[in-house]
């Protein structure tokens, strides 16, 4: 063969190499890359109403990242997620110089009974100690509808601990947050008005045994 016929007849193998490729791709299309909170789906998880369920999971500790009200979790299948409460909003626990942070830390103060700076940035950084913890030696249960915080890469949930009990609830049962954050329908059933009437009783509660920031 000489060199003109064998370039034509490599062209040729180009061409069918080429095609091949093109009707494999059209008839078997590769999954679609997933994206936000499908990424943290999984086919195992339970459905509870709206919620999906993530049963056994663990507190992950992390200083840099970590609150009272927000935190790494650890499923079953070894997904780690980042969740934020429903209805409940711990004091910041960090320091740091920016205005729009410093009003956040006013705001929380102001809630508490006239908190100064300094006392709600410790009330936050007793709550993160306690959800560190509380919540580090036990198997928790997660319901999330996969809702996004405002893009931040964390999602909105309930945990329920060991007890039965919800961490929301305790946090406010313990002074330790303010009842300020989007809320929802329990899973269960309650619904989010009847839950926040409930709240509002034991934060009541709370102020009058002077427990948390409530002691302050």
Not at 46 to 70: A, H, I, T
Not at 76 to 93: C, H, K, L, P, T
Not at 185 to 212: I, Y
């Amino acid at each position: 063969m000489d060199g003109k016929l064998k370039t034509i007849f490599v062209g040729i193998l180009l061409v069918i190499a080429v095609a091949i490729r093109v009707y494999d791709a059209a008839t078997n299309p590769s999954p679609p890359e997933l994206t936000g909170s499908s990424q943290l789906e999984s086919a195992q998880d339970g459905k509870e109403g709206r919620y999906f369920v993530l049963e056994d999971c663990v507190y992950v500790p992390d200083e840099k990242y970590n609150d009272g009200d927000s935190f790494k979790i650890k499923t079953s299948d070894g997904r780690v997620v980042e969740i934020r409460m429903y209805f409940v909003d711990a004091a910041e626990s960090k320091d740091k110089p920016y205005d729009d942070y410093r009003r956040r830390v006013a705001d929380q103060g102001k809630d508490f009974g006239g908190l100064d700076y300094q006392e709600t940035i410790r009330l936050g950084r007793e709550a993160k100690k306690y959800a560190a913890s509380r919540l580090r030696k036990q198997n928790l249960t997660v319901f999330t509808a996969w809702e996004e915080v405002y893009d931040s890469g964390r999602y909105y949930a309930f945990v329920r601990m060991e007890n039965g009990k919800f961490w929301h609830q305790e946090l406010v049962e313990k002074g330790l947050a303010r009842i300020h954050t989007k809320g929802a329908d329990l899973p269960g059933g309650t619904d989010r008005r009847s839950r926040e009437n409930e709240l509002r009783g034991l934060e009541q509660k709370a102020k009058h045994a002077r427990v948390g920031g409530w002691g302050y």
